[in-house]
Every structure is written in structure tokens, then in C-alpha cells.
């Protein structure tokens, strides 16, 4: 699976951005899916993850409320809405996808889990 993230750019605090996560090669429908995030200096975090059925959505507490993950299955396409943005949110955004699994936040949540990876979208949020 090939991942190619786009929707990055720069936003004053407080406003919105759509980031896009296409897929190539494979289709989705059989992947879990997730969004992390990696600022300048810090470790890979995870920001949120959603199962094949867009039923299991999981947030880090630090963005829960103000960003939300969709799929769109047929478009071969991972979303990620975010609004509210604040300067600690400026990072490299990366989607990441994996087989489907059986698991709940601690799987979702942890880097390791997924086994591809698109190589991130710029988000920088000024004060």
C-alpha cells in the first residue's frame, strides 16, 4: 500500500484544515487506519485511529472534540478534520494503515501496529 497524505499548510490559531490520506495499489476497505503526528524534536504521536467500519474511532485526549477521522472507501481515502487548531498542534501529519485487527486503543494508538506509512503533510499553526 502506497499512502500520499496532502491538506497541510499554514493556519492562524484557532482556525481549520482537512488533511487527505489517498491510498495506491490496494484498497482500503480491508485496512485499519490511523493519523500521527511528529513535531520538530519529539517522538511519533498518535492523534487518531479508525477501523474498517467507521464505527471504532479512537482520539488522543488532546485533540478529542476538536479533530475528527473519516473513510471513504470508495474513494480510496482517509480524512482528518481538524479545527480549533492551536500552536502545539504544528507537526508533520502521517497516516499509517494495517490489516485489519481486533483491538482497541492500545492497538490503535501505538506506532508499531501499522505496518505502512505516506510520508506526512506539514501542518503549522501560528499564534
Known amino acids: 500500500v502506497q499512502l500520499q497524505a496532502s491538506g497541510g499548510g499554514v493556519v492562524q490559531a484557532g482556525g481549520s484544515l482537512r488533511l487527505s490520506c489517498v491510498a495506491e495499489?490496494?484498497?482500503?476497505?480491508?485496512?485499519?487506519l490511523g493519523w500521527f503526528r511528529q513535531a520538530p524534536g519529539k517522538e511519533r504521536e498518535f492523534v487518531a485511529g479508525i477501523g474498517w467500519s467507521h464505527e471504532d474511532t479512537y482520539y488522543a485526549d488532546v485533540v478529542k472534540g476538536r479533530f475528527t477521522i473519516s473513510r471513504d472507501n470508495d474513494k480510496n481515502t482517509l480524512y482528518l478534520d481538524m479545527k480549533s487548531l492551536q500552536p502545539d498542534d504544528t507537526a508533520v501529519y502521517l497516516c499509517?494503515?494495517?490489516?485489519?485487527?481486533?483491538?482497541?486503543?492500545?492497538?490503535?494508538?501505538?506506532?508499531?501496529?501499522?505496518?505502512?506509512w505516506g510520508k506526512g503533510t506539514l501542518v503549522t499553526v501560528s499564534s
Open positions: 499509517a494503515a494495517t490489516p485489519v485487527f481486533s483491538g482497541g486503543y492500545d492497538y490503535y494508538s501505538v506506532p508499531a501496529s501499522y505496518e505502512y
Open positions: 495499489r490496494r484498497a482500503l476497505v480491508s485496512y485499519t
